[in-house]
C-alpha cells in the first residue's frame, strides 16, 4: 500500500518529503529558475544529511517549475563578492562532498534546463531521468571560471575527452537525448509521459531491497571515493582563486550589466 507524503523538517528553498519508500528533494524558488543561494547550498546538504538516515529507499532530486536547476544564482556575488569567495571555497567542497558520500541510490528527475553546477553533479548521482525537453550547459568558460562537481574527472570518465571538452571549455549545449548518447543520463522520457514513467519507474525500483541496494551503490563507489574527494579539493580550490581574478570579476560585473538592461 501507498503511504501518505510526509513533509520533512521546515525549508524555505526546498520541498521534502517521502511517500512510496522515496525521500523527494524539490528545488523550490520557481521564480528565480530554481538557482542555488547561499540558503539552498546549506539546506540541500541538511536535507540529504535527513535522508542518509531515514527509511526510504531511494532519495530524488527534481526542480518545481520549468527548471530543473539553472547553477548558482549570482546574486551570492552581488554584495559582499570578496567575502562570499573567500568562503565559498569549504562551502562547495562540504556541497560537493554530500553527493559523493551519500549511502543510497541517488536519482535526479531532469524536468527542465540544467545549468552550471546542476549538470557537474549529475556524474554522482546514480541514475539520471530527463525530459525530452531539457537542455544541459556548462558555460564556466563564459564566466571566467572553472568547472566544479568532480566533473573534471566524471565527465571525461563518461563521456571521453572529446565530448567533456566541449561541454566543460567550450560551453556546449546539449540536449536530454546528445546526453543520453554520452552516457551523461540514463534515459530519456517524452515530455507529456515524463512524470508519470518516470514516477512508475521509481515506485517499482524503491520495493527493492533497501539495504541490499544501499550496500551495493557502496561498494561500487568506494572504489573510487578517495578520488573524488580528491578531485572535488582540488577544483574548489582552483575555483576560488580564479574567482579573484580580473578576468572573472570582469565577467561577473558584464553578466550584471546584461542582466539590468533586460
Not at 523538517?9 to 517521502?18: A, N, Q
Not at 541496494?213 to 578520488?227: D, G, N, P, T
Amino acid at each position: 500500500m501507498a503511504s501518505s507524503a510526509q513533509s520533512k523538517g521546515k525549508y524555505e528553498t526546498l520541498l521534502v518529503t517521502t511517500e512510496d519508500k522515496i525521500t523527494k528533494i524539490i528545488l523550490n524558488r520557481p521564480d528565480k529558475k530554481n538557482a542555488i543561494n547561499l540558503v539552498m547550498y546549506g539546506e540541500i546538504m541538511r536535507a540529504l544529511e535527513e535522508a542518509a538516515k531515514d527509511d526510504s529507499t531511494l532519495t530524488v532530486i527534481t526542480g518545481r517549475g520549468d527548471y530543473y536547476c539553472s547553477g548558482n544564482d549570482l546574486n551570492n556575488f552581488a554584495e559582499n563578492l570578496q567575502e562570499v569567495l573567500k568562503n565559498s571555497g569549504e562551502l562547495l567542497k562540504n556541497f560537493v562532498s554530500h553527493f559523493i558520500d551519500f549511502p543510497k541510490p541517488l536519482v535526479a528527475v531532469v524536468n527542465g534546463p540544467a545549468i552550471g553546477i546542476a549538470v557537474t553533479l549529475l556524474g554522482l548521482f546514480d541514475l539520471v531521468f530527463a525530459s525530452d525537453k531539457v537542455v544541459f550547459q556548462t558555460p564556466f568558460s563564459l564566466l571566467g571560471q572553472t568547472p566544479e562537481g568532480c566533473s573534471t574527472y566524471t565527465f571525461p570518465k563518461i563521456m571521453g575527452p572529446i565530448k567533456a571538452n566541449e561541454m566543460l571549455l567550450f560551453n556546449k549545449r546539449m540536449t536530454a537525448n546528445e546526453a543520453r548518447t554520452q552516457g551523461l543520463v540514463t534515459e530519456v522520457f517524452a515530455d507529456s509521459t515524463f512524470q508519470q514513467e518516470v514516477w512508475t519507474r521509481l515506485k517499482a525500483y524503491a520495493n527493492l531491497p533497501r539495504n541490499s541496494l544501499a550496500l551495493s551503490k557502496q561498494l561500487m563507489r568506494s572504489v573510487e571515493k578517495e578520488k573524488l574527494h580528491a578531485v572535488n579539493s582540488r577544483e574548489c580550490d582552483q575555483l576560488v582563486e580564479i574567482c579573484f581574478s580580473d578576468e572573472c570579476m570582469n565577467a561577473i560585473t558584464s553578466f550584471f550589466q546584461k542582466k539590468s538592461k533586460l
